[in-house]
């Protein structure tokens, strides 16, 4: 239903520009209020999430209150892993709300560069990738239940301001800055940045899918291989038997050639991907901790196995 939400709005909102209802640029136009109203709505609704999540009595492990006891930390990383508002589940719903306003955003910058003529291969080839990107999460946006954010992470203040706020409008960061700034990225470069672009692809999405799959059937072969598993549950096959968080390599790489269209005159378009690196670093602390507590013996055979964290020989 994602996809299908993601084109009906992009339908509704094509019918509005045609129309004459709204402008192509009014998000652009508005975004530092789009930024501010976020905001505050992100606080409200966390301290909201914060409140309901300490009054439940479920017992499931999705909606039963994992509470520490110190306000802020549970504010910040949540009560509940998956609490429901009317049946709909808010982790994924929020998701879905931050990527289709990252695109949003993008495609009204997009609307502002081709009004003022500026538009050209650094701005197509940054809107084509965060474009393919977005559109692809929403095409196998089953596989997010397999993924870290669903699985372990409470919803709290930093999932709800990180979906809200912090996705839409810092992962676009890169085209406001081509928006002010002409880049004419040379065709060697284009060509480089496309070849990051494929393979972060390739890695992120091929590792996400093999994981999933594994998941669903433990049986299904890997690269046309019957899968190698640690203890039947740690796959060790694929992009897994290469590095334990190799989909964060691919990520990174991701996230990498989003910013090369700018070029190298200025750091701040590579604000996301110097984030991004940070954050999953830290992530793959965590995650590691967590499936060592969890696998234990089993995991200590599974890092023997495949002894690089995300890149390999390097990390």
Not at 96 to 117: T, V
Request: with cysteine; hydrophobic share 50%; net charge positive.
């Amino acid at each position: 239903t994602g996809l299908l939400s993601l084109l009906l709005l992009l339908g509704l909102s094509a019918l509005g520009v045609y129309m004459g209802w709204m402008t192509p640029t009014v998000v652009a136009d508005r975004g530092l209020e789009l930024l501010s109203t976020t905001f505050i709505f992100s606080v409200i609704v966390s301290f909201l999430l914060y409140y309901t999540g300490l009054r439940s009595r479920h017992q499931s492990s999705s909606l039963k209150p994992h509470a520490t006891g110190s306000f802020i930390q549970d504010w910040w990383f949540g009560v509940q892993l998956n609490p429901h508002f009317m049946g709909v589940d808010l982790k994924f719903f929020f998701i879905r709300a931050g990527m289709m306003a990252w695109l949003f955003i993008n495609l009204s910058l997009l609307a502002k560069s081709y009004l003022a003529g500026s538009v050209n291969r650094a701005v197509i080839l940054y809107q084509f990738f965060c474009g393919w990107y977005i559109i692809d999460y929403f095409i196998h946006e089953e596989f997010m239940t397999s993924t870290w954010d669903i699985i372990a992470e409470r919803l709290g203040f930093m999932l709800v301001f990180g979906d809200l706020v912090f996705i839409p409008f810092t992962f676009t960061i890169q085209g406001w800055w081509l928006l002010g700034n002409k880049m004419e990225l040379p065709l060697l470069a284009s060509v480089a940045n496309c070849i990051i672009f494929l393979i972060g692809y390739l890695v992120f999405r091929g590792a996400n899918k093999q994981k999933h799959l594994f998941k669903k059937d433990p049986k299904a072969p890997i690269w046309g291989k019957p899968p190698k598993v640690v203890g039947g549950k740690l796959l060790v096959s694929g992009y897994w038997g290469i590095a334990r968080h190799c989909n964060y390599l691919g990520d990174l790489l991701l996230a990498l050639s989003f910013s090369l269209p700018c070029g190298a005159s200025s750091v701040i378009p590579y604000f996301y991907p110097t984030y991004l690196l940070i954050l999953l670093i830290w992530r793959e602390r965590r995650d590691e901790a967590r499936c060592s507590e969890k696998y234990k013996d089993i995991w200590a055979e599974y890092c023997k196995l495949v002894p690089w964290r995300i890149l390999p020989y390097v990390y």
